[in-house]
Every structure is written in structure tokens, then in C-alpha cells.
């Protein structure tokens, strides 16, 4: 179990869901973590819960330059550098149609899903490039490849980010820094269940079997089957591979 042995990654969202599983994944390869999340209580709970002396946290927030510095200088500081950067923090922001969607609300959906990307790569390449390369790995959806009615702005959000990724990874493979995206189909989580109960509050169960019902594997991926993913892009057997969309979604978008 050493495909990270002397790694050292950050981890943003890394608190609970695909974040935490990651974080959880990338210590039984070796790695040393710093999970970063605007949530103390779950920080504090995970951290507990893990309990391993390769571990730290980091209370901040995403769309704030300064939080991701200081996120990378406390990586620097507590394990000697960073050589991964797992861009998970995301919201799902309000389940509605564009007529009535809120402006206040898209501009935070904006703000964490691609301006905190921006941040963490802005963050994360001068320390990436004094290790001698890295893995920048972004967290975004299989609605960042096709239309997402009632979720306009996250879809928009998603859609973003690739840009975002191909960009950032022409602009860094001299240096030897590899930046990739994953996209999911709807996985067990949080953020799931929130947007089944926006589309169909009376029985957000029925949203969930039209969900599965347009993935031909018959489910939604596990955080451990996007975990496993983003091990792979962390580690070395995925060397020559930048500006890729990993798209992990049981044939949805087949």
C-alpha cells in the first residue's frame, strides 16, 4: 500500500463525503493529508475519527486566496511540501429554473466551484514545482458535460472548470504538473439527496429511481468508486496523463 509513499496532498471538501473517503484512501497508500473545509465540527469529528499522526486540517474557505495559501504554507510547514491538490469543495446551489434562480445564489455557485478551483491551482503551483511536479485533480460532474435543467448554474459551474483544467494543464506540463478533472454521474452523498428533495420534494425517493433509471449500471457510484479514481490520478501510473476528463458514471453519458 505505498502508491503515495512520500506523498504529500491537500484535500479540499475533505471533511466528509468523496473528500473524506478520499483523504482516507490516500493514507492507506502512504500519503500524508491536509484536509481543508469551511465545516469545523466535521473537520474536527473526522480528524478524530481517522485518528493517524499523517493527518492535519486546515478551517478555511475556498473562494479566498489567502485561505489557500495559508492551506499550502500549513501543508509545507506540518509535512515539508505538496505534491497533490484534490479540488473537491462544491455546491450544488438551489434546484430551480433560471427565471426564478436567485442571483445571489449563482454568483456562490460560481465563486466555490470555479473561482476556488482558480484559487487552489493560484495556491498550489509555486509549491507543486518546488517538489518538482504534482497532480492537481478537480472534482466535477457528469452535468459539466451535458444540459442539467433546474441546476443551470451548477452545470454552468462544471462546464467552467473544464475549461479551467485543459488550460491550466498546457500552461503547467513543463513544470511537470498534471491537472485532470473527474466527472461522476450522481454519487451517495449529501449533496445527492439534497438535490433529489429540490426536484421532487413530495418524494425525493422517486427522483433517485429516475436518476438510477438513466444509468444503464443500475446505480449511483460510490464515494469509494471516485476515490479509488482520484488515487489514480494522484499516483505515478498516471505520469503522462493531463488536460483529461475522467468521466466515472456507469454508462450515463455512453
Do not use: W
Not at 488550460?167 to 451517495?188: L, M, Q
Request: proline letters at 3%; aromatic letters at 6%; a negative charge.
Amino acid at each position: 500500500m505505498t502508491k503515495l509513499k512520500d506523498k504529500i496532498a491537500i484535500i479540499t471538501g475533505g471533511a466528509d463525503g468523496i473528500g473524506r473517503v478520499t483523504a482516507e484512501f490516500f493514507l492507506k497508500e502512504g500519503a500524508e493529508v491536509l484536509i481543508f473545509d469551511n465545516n469545523k465540527a466535521n473537520l474536527k469529528n473526522t480528524i478524530k475519527e481517522i485518528n493517524s499522526k499523517k493527518i492535519s486540517h486546515f478551517f478555511g474557505d475556498v473562494t479566498v486566496l489567502e485561505d489557500n495559501l495559508k492551506a499550502v504554507e500549513l501543508a509545507k510547514e506540518k509535512f515539508g511540501g505538496l505534491d497533490i491538490f484534490i479540488a473537491n469543495a462544491g455546491i450544488e446551489g438551489n434546484v430551480k429554473n433560471i427565471e426564478d434562480y436567485d442571483v445571489e445564489t449563482f454568483d456562490k455557485v460560481m465563486n466555490v466551484n470555479i473561482k476556488g478551483v482558480f484559487l487552489g491551482l493560484k495556491a498550489s503551483i509555486p509549491a507543486m514545482s518546488d517538489r518538482g511536479g504534482g497532480s492537481y485533480i478537480i472534482s466535477s460532474s457528469v452535468a459539466g458535460l451535458t444540459g442539467a435543467p433546474g441546476l443551470a448554474p451548477y452545470a454552468t459551474s462544471k462546464h467552467a472548470v473544464t475549461g479551467l483544467m485543459r488550460s491550466a494543464a498546457k500552461e503547467c506540463a513543463e513544470r511537470n504538473i498534471r491537472v485532470n478533472s473527474i466527472n461522476p454521474s450522481p454519487v451517495e452523498t449529501r449533496m445527492m439527496r439534497s438535490i433529489e428533495e429540490g426536484l421532487m420534494p413530495e418524494d425525493s425517493n422517486q427522483a433517485k429511481d429516475i436518476f438510477e433509471s438513466n444509468i444503464p449500471m443500475g446505480r449511483y457510484a460510490k464515494a469509494d468508486d471516485v476515490a479509488k479514481l482520484m488515487l489514480f490520478l494522484a499516483s505515478d501510473d498516471s505520469s503522462f496523463i493531463t488536460g483529461s476528463v475522467y468521466t466515472i458514471d456507469g454508462g450515463n453519458t455512453a
